[in-house]
T-cell receptor, first 117, second 112 residues
Framework: DTEVTQTPKHLVMGMTNKKSLKCEQH?????MYWYKQKAKKPPELMFV???????INESVPSRFSPECPNSSLLNLHLHALQPEDSALYLC????????????????FGNGTRLTVT | AQSVTQPDIHITVSEGASLELRCNYS??????LFWYVQSPGQGLQLLLK??????LVQGIKGFEAEFKRSQSSFNLRKPSVHWSDAAEYFC??????????FGGGTRVLVKP
């Protein structure tokens, strides 16, 4: 069982839709992440939040909008996506924030399988 | 910038045989290294991690990895593979800015 919960598990959306992916953890972790994973590829970092503030944006298009309402929740708002955005979106969390020791591993959720039609 | 290379895209092994997955990294300072496993349609599960100290690290599910600074390697091993070990394995390095960078992955197939 994963300690990072992602909803929904599957999402199909049209290019004009607006939807949101949700992620929740109750481990007291202060860093949270969004990764995108295409088929047969490794995960690619999109965003990092540390203490509920955006610390890393890997030049992600503005049609992806992250939000961290509190230390346990992380959302990814989607708008006007393209078919090439279809992928597995993974949320993760880790114990320490950016700028301090880097040795805390990431804990991943099972992901949201997104299909854009 | 840090990087990780996994030279083997696929490995096929017989059940009960030993397994070794290769990982080479590039980083200018002390690396923080991890191995993750991903079953189809699932997230990533941490197998083991290396920060410092003993260069032979034990993980879950009977896996171990050895850090060799002179070879910039962090190879994963298991003495006897089970059918449930069929999955994708990712070596990764964590560096400045809390960024975790993954290698390309190695898909392990287990023959009966």
């Amino acid at each position: 069982d994963t300690e990072v919960t992602q909803t929904p598990k599957h999402l199909v959306m049209g290019m004009t839709n607006k939807k949101s992916l949700k992620c929740e953890q109750h481990m007291g972790h202060r860093a949270m992440y969004w990764y995108k994973q295409k088929a047969k590829k490794p995960p690619e970092l999109m965003f990092v939040y540390s203490y509920e503030k955006l610390s890393i944006n890997e030049s992600v298009p503005s049609r992806f909008s992250p939000e961290c309402p509190n230390s346990s929740l992380l959302n990814l708002h989607l708008h006007a996506l393209q078919p090439e955005d279809s992928a597995l979106y993974l949320c993760a969390s880790s114990q320490e924030p950016s700028g301090t020791a880097y040795n805390s591993p990431l804990h991943f959720g099972n992901g949201t399988r997104l299909t854009v039609t | 910038a840090q990087s990780v290379t996994q030279p083997d895209i696929h490995i096929t092994v017989s059940e009960g045989a030993s397994l070794e997955l290769r990982c080479n990294y590039s980083y200018g300072a002390t690396p923080y290294l991890f191995w993750y496993v991903q079953s189809p349609g699932q997230g990533l599960q941490l197998l083991l991690k290396y920060f410092s100290g003993d260069t032979l690290v034990q993980g879950i599910k009977g896996f171990e990895a050895e850090f060799k600074r002179s070879q910039s390697s962090f190879n994963l091993r298991k003495p006897s593979v089970h059918w449930s070990d069929a999955a994708e394995y990712f070596c990764s390095i964590k560096a400045a800015g809390n960024k975790l960078t993954f290698g390309g992955g190695t898909r392990v197939l287990v023959k009966p």
